[in-house]
Structures are given as C-alpha cells and as structure tokens.
C-alpha cells in the first residue's frame, strides 16, 4: 500500500481540478465573509442579530468560519474532486494496474479512500484558513474566550466528520460507478437528494404530526452538518453528529470494498 | 532487464534491430538453446478453469500449461474468451471454477503477479501526462521506480523523442508501443500481450515480433500472446493455446504442429500398392494412403517432377498430382471451426 500511496500522491501533482478547487474555495470563502457581514450590518441596531442567530446565520466572525463549512461549497466541490480521481483511475486503466501489480484489493481501495480523506482534510482546513483570515481582513475581530474557542474546536471537529463521511460517500459512489462525469453526477445527486429527502421527511412529520418521523432526518449527513452551525448544541445533537457520520464512513467502506473484492475490473 | 538498451535497440521506423551484435535474429547468434519443452516448470497451469457471465460461459474448463520460455500463442476469434482468460490470470476477474498455479505456486497467485507484464486489451495511461509522467506513475505503484530503466524502455520502443509528449497527443501506433514499453517495466519473468501489434504499421510489426524473440531468447522471458493475425503470431510463437467458444479445444507445440502442417504430396494412382514400392525405391519412407487410390507422400515434397517421371516409368497411371505447403492458418482456422481451405 505504501507504493500506491506514493505513486497516488506524485500523480495528485498533475491533478489541476485539486489546485483549482482550492481556488474556488478561497473565493467562495471570500464572498461568504463579506455576504455575512452585509447580513451583520443590516441586523446591527435593528435588534435582529438574535434573530439571525437562531437561523443558523452567520453574522459575527466566529459563525463565518463554522458557516463556511457548514455550507454547500466545500462538500459540493469535495464530490467533484473526488470523482474525478476516483472514477478517472478506473476509466484511465490505473486502478486495474493498482489490482495487478500484487496488491490486495483492500489496499487500493484504501489507498483511494485515505487520499480523499487526505483532500477532504486539506478543502475543510483551507476553508477555515481562509475564513478566518477574511473574517479578521473584514473587522470582526479576533479574540476568542477559552470557552469561546472550545466550542469552536469542538464544532469544527463535528463538521470533520460530516464531511469526512461525504467524501466516503462520494468513494463509494465514485468505485460502483467506475466513470468520472457518472460519479460526479450521482455524488452531487446525493448531496442535494438528501437533502430533499431530509425536507420531504421533516414536512411529512410536520403533516402527520408524528415526531418520531421527524427523527429519522437526524441519520443523515446533511442534519448533522446544518446541525453544527446552529446556535446551540446539545449532548444529543452532539453524540448524534457524531455516530452518524462514522456509520456513514463504516457503511460506504463496507459497500465499496465488497463490491470491489467482488466485481471484475 | 536492467541496461536494456545495451541489448537491445530497435529502430521503429525501419523497423530493424539496430545493434551490430544482434543484428539477425534469424541466426539465432548468443541465444539460449532452449531445453526440452516438458523438462521446463510452468510458469502459468490452470485446471478446470471456467467464468460465467449470466450463465454463458466466456471461459469453459480450460487446462492451459505455459511452461518457462515458451511463447505461447492464443488463438481465437473475438469472443473466444483470449482477454477473460488472461483476466483470470493477472487477477482482473475472479474464476467462478478452477484453479491457477503462477511459477509453480498456487498459494502465493498475488505475490506471483508481481512477475508479470502485461497489455491487455488497450494501453491503459493518463491522457493528461506525458510517456514518462505515465510510465513513473505505473512504476511507483509497482514500486520498481528507476528513472534510468523507464528513459531506456521508452527509447526501445522507439519512442525516445516523444517521451514528454502528452499521450492523449499520441497515434493509436503510439500508444501501443508505451504499452508494451509499460509491460516490461520492472524486469517481469512472464509477458502477457494481448493483441500487441493492434495498430501497428506492417515495419512496427517487424519491430515487435523482433523485440518478443530477443526479450524470450536472451533473457528466457515467458511470453504468451494473443493475436488474431494467425500468420503473425506463427513467426514468434513455440507453442500454441486455440480457443473456441471459451473452451481450449487445442494446445499443441512446434514440433507437433509442424509435424500436423507439414507439406505434402498427394497422389492418385491406380495401383497404391506399385506406387509404394516405387516411393521406397527413391528413399520415400514417409507415406499414407487414403480411399480412391490416393498415397500422401511426406518426403522429398520438392522433387515432384522426380516422382512423376519415375512413376510413370514404372507403368503407374497417375490421375492427378499435387504439392500442398503446411499451412498454419488453415490448420487453425479448421480448429476454430472455419473451412479449412
């Protein structure tokens, strides 16, 4: 596996979409500092920040930097990225010279998934890095409590894992499809489907009036995610942002290395 | 493998062997002597073989033995089952029946895979990097990176002055050749080359069927190949593998098919009986007689004229005669269920 490892992170050179993503995200970041802080001025004295806060807004520098991740563009960008080097090592014949050259099936999808796990890591600390950086360019300010800067850590570490079990998802999508615009379509699919999924369940619990429908939402990754940026966070909240993503990562690993073990190449 | 170059340069473009030592292969100068085919090891032995997809089978029980130094030619139509099998082989498919033995050893197939070089089906690279970027890649991941070896091998197949071209900029001819450039990275033991001179020019051919016989003479290269060009792959091959219908229906060797295909003299007289005694006389010891009054006559076949006149000397009424040459392709293309012609 360390000879996969190696030859993954020289060909991870030659992937342009890695570098542009983190272009796009520096951007994205960028606008999604100063969209929050026109939000922040037009609430400031009108009594609506409180308001603003229990939406899940951002609207002070700290909730930038969370928000950031919290929002659509880092997972979204993560599904294209990963695809394209998933899917495109089976379409390019590279998979298959990984499964011949005496490698175990297990290690190369390893291999694969510790290298999405690895851009994951890089898109959300770039996202914080830059966040933070616009949230302090832009006057926020930059003291933190030590409580303060706990519970930042301790969301920062909730959103790690959504994202990480995203991009386990998007692995596991990218080795059934084996084709990189496939994989790209169906990951971003996903993405959004469940959320819909999430809506159409909370909206149908809402309907029946029945609150234990309204707890299936909590198993998807798209609640724990918009869950970590909310104003509070209970123990419940927490624990469940945090089991749920890693039966995410448990499950999708699952599925991937069996159907590989198993399918031709 | 190591300092390739130094044994072998090939010139792609006039298709030749461009060193002065190995300048013929033909003369078979400081090639190993290969032993007695069945004194050698396997180096691949399968038994019972078989893959089924939806219950047809693209793979029947199939029995193949490639012993160490043969060049082992598969035959067969497409769909025969030629890639499944080789699939089954490097690991790419899992037999639904059967077992495999790579270098003698059943127990460690994966580690045994490590031995082999392969081009199944179509070059499979990166368009977006160049013959080096592409080869360093596939090297890292087998962990036998040597920048020295991966300049030398582009450079034997003729690619030397498009190594930091793009490959999606590459012919189709092009692509072949860092195939078969990629295939023998990391000095393999066994070469699997399925359909190699797809593409090719007829001199890139030359080339090629050149590079197999030095790589299997004077390194002792295990080769097998697949091709559909039978005439082709009867210049290189020792030993053939025919596939039908994902069975083997036939494995056979040099010596046997050369003794199945070799030319003959077929003969209709009146009296087979005559006919023979004459044949002796003239040292013909070789013959076989068939209905009709025909005599098959093995020897001396390019002494027709000779034959003739002496049989007609002997009063022996000869209906008609005729020389026919061993033909290979004929001979396969009747296995593989066409008209023999």
């Known amino acids: ?265 | 493998m190591e300092n390739i170059k130094q044994d072998f340069e090939f010139d792609f473009v006039k298709g030749e062997i461009k060193t002065a030592t190995d300048s013929d292969i033909s003369e078979n100068n400081g090639f190993q002597a290969k032993t007695d085919r069945n004194l050698r090891p396997y180096v691949i032995k399968t038994e019972n073989l078989s893959k089924f997809y939806k219950n047809k089978a693209a793979v029947d029980s199939v029995n193949v033995s490639v012993r160490q130094g043969d060049i082992y030619g598969l035959i067969g139509k497409n769909g025969a089952g030629k890639t499944t099998l080789f699939k089954i082989i490097l690991g790419l498919a899992k037999p639904d029946n059967g077992t495999i033995e790579l270098f003698n050893d059943a127990t460690s197939i994966a580690e045994s895979r490590k031995k082999i070089g392969y081009l199944i089906e179509y070059p499979s690279f990166s368009a977006k990097l160049t013959a080096f970027e592409n080869l360093k890649y596939m090297a890292l991941q087998k962990g036998c990176y040597d920048e020295k070896q991966i300049i030398e091998l582009i450079d034997l197949v003729g690619l030397g002055n498009e190594i930091h071209k793009k490959f999606s900029a590459y012919s189709l001819g092009m692509k072949q050749r860092l195939g078969l450039a990629f295939a023998l990275l990391g000095s393999p033991e066994l070469l699997i080359l399925d359909e190699p001179v797809n593409g090719l020019d007829p001199e890139a051919i030359q080339a090629v069927r050149n590079l197999i016989l030095k790589l299997n003479r004077e390194k002792n290269l295990t080769i097998v190949i697949s091709s559909h060009l039978i005439s082709e792959l009867s210049k290189v091959a020792d030993c053939y593998g025919v596939m039908a219908n994902g069975k083997l229906v036939k494995e056979i060797d040099e010596t046997e098919l050369n003794e199945i295909v070799k030319p003959f003299i077929k003969l209709v007289v009146d009296d087979q009986t005559k006919t023979i005694d004459v044949l002796k006389s003239m040292g013909i010891e070789n013959v076989k007689l068939a209905n009709n009054g025909t005599v098959y006559c093995y020897d001396l076949v390019n002494r027709l004229s000779e034959i003739s006149k002496k049989l007609a000397e002997n009063g022996i009424v000869i209906f008609s005669i005729s020389a026919n040459e061993g033909d290979i392709e004929n001979y396969f293309i009747s296995l593989l269920g066409g008209n023999r012609q």
């Open chain 1, 1 to 265: 596996m360390k000879n996969l490892l190696k030859a993954e992170l020289y060909r991870a050179k030659f992937f342009k979409s890695i570098w542009i993503g983190l272009i796009v995200v520096f951007f994205l970041t960028l606008i999604n500092a100063l969209v929050a802080r026109s939000l922040s001025e037009a609430a400031s004295g009108s009594g609506s920040e409180l308001m603003f806060e229990l939406m899940g807004l951002a609207y002070s520098g700290k909730s930038v930097i969370i928000g950031n991740v919290g929002a659509t563009d880092t997972t979204f960008l993560l599904a294209i990225i990963i695809s394209l080097i998933v899917g495109g090592s089976f379409q390019n014949g590279a998979t298959r010279n990984a499964a011949i050259c005496g490698n175990r099936r297990i290690n190369v999808f390893f291999t694969y998934f510790i290298e999405a796990m690895v851009l994951t890591v890089i898109y959300i600390l770039a996202n914080y890095i830059f966040s933070g950086l616009f949230s302090i360019m832009i006057g926020y300010g930059t003291e933190f409590t030590a409580n303060e800067f706990g519970t930042l850590i301790g969301r920062m570490a909730l959103q790690f894992l959504s994202v990480l079990a995203y991009s386990s998802v998007f692995v596991m999508i990218s080795m059934l499809i084996r084709k990189s615009g496939g994989s790209i379509g169906l990951s971003i699919g996903f993405y959004i489907v469940e959320s819909l999924v999430i809506s159409a369940v909370v909206l149908a619990a809402s309907v029946a009036g029945k609150t234990g429908l309204k707890e299936v939402s909590n198993a998807f990754l798209s609640t724990c995610l918009s869950s970590t940026v909310a104003s509070t966070l209970s123990t419940e909240t927490i624990l469940i942002c945090t089991f749920v993503p890693i039966a995410w990562i448990l499950i999708s690993s699952l599925i991937s290395v069996l159907t590989f073990e198993k399918r031709d190449l």
